[in-house]
């Protein structure tokens, strides 16, 4: 049992931080919820843990436990937090914040199986064929859902940067 432990908290250490970066941006940029997502998702991979050691990747197992945790969470619609208009001040501004919230803006604004699809497909660089097993769906509603977020994206940030889409 001690093995066990010491075998999943190395493979938090090693995997933590991807998981996290990946459900920051299936959460819209919401940073509280994207550390429930990944603390969630790691509780229901350290309950079958002896399992999913054995299992080829579990980097890639955690993953869909994670998007299938975010996509089954945002379907019970019992979030009683409430949006606000503006996100909190940060006290670091990049050079690029404006395209990152934006960018983050308009991925909330897609609906989840989209915003799952398009974070898998172009954020973690998974193939459509992993991306559809991650999501249990088909191949070709991977390609479909993909170019109808990426068109929704390209449309919604065009008319706010013109010019980075242009360059």
């Given amino acids: 049992m001690k093995d066990d432990r010491q075998a999943f908290q190395d493979f938090t250490a090693a995997h933590g931080a991807r998981l996290f970066r990946t459900a920051y941006f299936l959460a819209g940029g919401d940073w509280h919820l994207a550390e429930d997502l ?10 079958a843990w ?16 994670l998007t299938r945790t975010f996509i089954s969470q945002r379907r019970r619609k ?9 996100p909190p001040e940060r006290g670091i501004e990049d050079v690029d914040s404006a395209v990152r919230l934006t960018l983050l803006a308009e991925l909330a604004n897609l609906s989840v ?7 898998l497909r172009y ?7 992993e991306v559809a ?5 088909s191949s070709a509603s991977v390609r479909t859902q993909s ?3 990426l068109g929704r994206l390209r ?3 065009g008319e706010v940067f013109p010019e980075r889409l242009l360059g």
């Fill in 123 to 129: 954020w973690e660089d998974l193939s459509v064929e």
């Fill in 78 to 86: 019992r979030s009683t937090e409430q949006p606000i208009a503006e």
């Fill in 38 to 47: 990944t603390q969630e998702a790691l509780v229901k991979v350290f309950v």
């Fill in 133 to 137: 097993s991650v999501l249990n769906i």
């Fill in 147 to 149: 170019s109808r977020a």
């Fill in 50 to 65: 002896r399992r999913v050691s054995r299992v080829e990747n579990p980097a890639a197992y955690a993953q869909t436990v």
């Fill in 155 to 157: 449309v919604a940030l």
């Fill in 113 to 119: 199986r989209d915003r799952a699809v398009v974070v």
